[in-house]
């Protein structure tokens, strides 16, 4: 298995940004094409509107007052009103259009990373803290809402502001215009430095980021534990450690981020100083009127004001470039365990199951989990895995899940390679109930069914009954239709296994697998429950991990699994006559029982 990234390891990423990474950006832009196109032709107009203000101002300088020309001087008061109200609604309609596009982006691009997230195989979540997964899926992209909300329209409208003053100052005075960009070489050098720091410090607070959300993550799912051993302080201090790494990398971020700000409004008022004095000394031969300077140098601050604000726009282009580099990251990351590009779907099954000299291991440098094993099951047979921990059991049946990939050898299903045929086509024929029993947030009734989810209440209730699982059930609040939290909390641990069993059930597979099934169960209930798995598994081909080995005496055969490798195989029968390992392990477990 991979190394794990634990939540006080920083994430390195495995190469440099990429800019094609915004090209990749851009294209969930694409659907939204025509609203942009409005929104673009409301930006060029509130443009043109917003900078025809200086140059009615020049007009009334010039001409309306000097001639006192009331009806001239009334006349551009109204066109400079009907400016002001078409600059208005042209400004609304294009914070609505386009916040509202930017958050059906973001929902597109979460919706993709969780589509992703469902294909990515078990290595993955077991490598690294499910904390640094949900902070992609959720903080990471929400920080993109604002430069996809209104950074980039605003870029738009900036730049086309940009243009359009810059048109008008060269007609009214080209010398003029030409000074009044004598200091943008200065501006592109300052951009450039801070730039390379704020990416180096946006990474650095990607990284703290993620950490405290995996530290906050780990700790609720294990509160019961900390508490159990009454270590509420150390959780406090480790969390109070992380935090503080947080807040150091944010505060240095933020520190970064602004030096870019001061270094923008300083070249503009050095600017605004020049032109000021140009104009008034008139030096190098500029000749301009005092309505021309005026006009002059509302055109210079509607000049450097969309500067600015294309300089915070790069901010945070800047800051978003860390938050895109994971995001992708997670995007690319190639699942494992996937269609092939000539898979085709599994016809509907009998049961009949081999496995063919299969090994397998995690990584190319580490050791072997499974060594050369094979066997045969036969349709309706049940095969029971025993064995210590670890010694490779529930990894047989994730492969024949196809959770992960074979590292060697086969594994067919009515004589056809599971590697070849689609995965949905595979698990949707199979009855899956895994160690690690979950219970998602909801209603019994809707837990259930998750199982199969066109299932009539009365079908739930039915698989309840099997598996022993319905008389609890009915003894709460409200039945089938009682609310359970999150990982069913409020459940007892034979509960859950009960309900999951259920499940399981209900999908009626023609293989099934139960990876301690019973594990949580009293003895009692275990008991009741076994007629039930009599009755269900007869016609499927079952799989069972089982450390009770009273509950599996029935099997057809008996596995005894050791350092990977089938040690042992037969029916109880004849396992207790060899006297062997599985011998060993009845008797101990036997001699253990008689001394309780």
């Not at 600059?87 to 386009?98: A, K, L, Q, V």
Request: hydrophobic share 45%; net charge negative.
């Amino acid at each position: 298995m991979a190394k794990r990234n634990t939540f006080d390891e920083d994430e390195e990423l495995q190469e440099t940004f990429n800019w094609s990474y915004y090209r990749r950006l851009g294209r969930y832009l694409v659907p939204y094409l025509t609203k942009l196109a409005l929104v673009l032709g409301t930006l060029i107009l509130g443009s043109l509107a917003g900078t025809l203000g200086p140059y009615l101002t020049k007009v009334a300088i010039d001409q309306a007052i000097p001639q006192k020309n009331l009806s001239l001087l009334w006349l551009l008061t109204g066109i400079f009103a009907a400016l002001l109200i078409i600059t208005f609604f042209c400004y609304r309609y294009r914070i609505w259009t386009i916040t509202e596009v930017g958050q059906d982006m973001l929902k597109d691009m979460r919706s993709d990373i969780f589509d992703h997230l469902q294909e990515l195989p078990f290595s993955y979540f077991d490598s690294r803290p499910h904390g640094k997964i949900l902070i992609r899926v959720v903080n990471y992209i929400n920080t993109l809402s604002d430069l996809l909300s209104n950074g980039l329209i605003n870029l738009i409208n900036d730049i086309i502001l940009l243009v359009v003053t810059l048109i008008f100052m060269v007609s009214i005075n080209w010398k003029l215009a030409l000074w009044s960009l004598a200091l943008i070489p200065i501006l592109l050098v300052w951009t450039r430095i801070v730039q390379i720091q704020q990416r180096k410090a946006y990474r650095e607070l990607s990284n703290k980021q993620s950490n405290m959300n995996a530290y906050i993550h780990e700790s609720i799912a294990g509160i019961k534990v900390t508490q159990g051993f009454a270590q509420e302080d150390n959780a406090s201090a480790t969390f109070d450690h992380v935090a503080n790494e947080y807040r150091s990398s944010f505060m240095h971020a933020i520190r970064v981020q602004w030096a870019l700000w001061p270094g923008v409004q300083n070249i503009s008022t050095l600017t605004t100083a020049l032109i000021y004095y140009i104009g008034i000394t008139q030096w190098g031969g500029v000749d301009v009127t005092t309505g021309t300077l005026i006009a002059f140098m509302g055109y210079v601050a509607n000049f450097w004001n969309p500067v600015i604000d294309i300089g915070n726009f790069y901010n945070s282009l800047i800051t978003a470039t860390a938050y895109l580099e994971r995001i992708f990251e997670t995007m690319d990351e190639e699942p494992e365990v996937k269609d092939l590009p000539d898979s085709f779907d599994l016809p509907p099954i009998h049961g009949d199951v081999e496995f063919k000299d299969v090994s397998f291991k995690y990584e190319e440098d580490t050791p072997m989990i499974l060594k050369h094993v094979s066997f045969h099951a036969a349709p309706g047979e049940t095969v029971a895995l025993v064995g210590p921990t670890g010694a490779g059991k529930s990894t047989v049946i994730n492969l024949l899940s196809r959770f992960y990939n074979v590292t060697e050898g086969e594994v067919d299903i009515d004589g056809v390679d599971i590697s070849r045929v689609t995965l949905k086509s595979l698990r949707s024929q199979m009855g899956v109930m895994l160690q690690d029993t979950f219970i998602f947030s909801g209603t019994i009734l809707e837990n259930i069914r998750y199982g199969k989810l066109d299932a009539t209440e009365e079908e739930v209730i039915a698989a309840a009954k099997v598996v022993r699982a319905d008389d609890f059930i009915r003894d709460m609040p409200q039945g089938y239709h009682t609310e359970v939290q999150e990982r069913g909390s409020t459940l007892s641990a034979g509960q859950r296994q009960l309900i999951a069993f259920a499940r399981t059930l209900l999908a009626d597979p023609k293989i099934l697998i139960l990876d301690e099934a019973t594990a949580a169960i009293d003895t009692q209930t275990e008991l009741l429950l076994q007629a039930g798995l009599n009755r269900l598994l007869e016609g499927r081909t079952s799989f069972i991990i089982a450390h009770r080995l009273s509950t599996i005496q029935n099997a057809d055969q008996i596995m005894v699994v050791n350092h990977g490798e089938i040690v042992e195989r037969g029916s109880h029968q004849e396992l207790m006559k060899k006297r062997g390992e599985y011998f060993s392990l009845y008797e101990a477990q036997y001699r253990m029982l008689q001394s309780l």
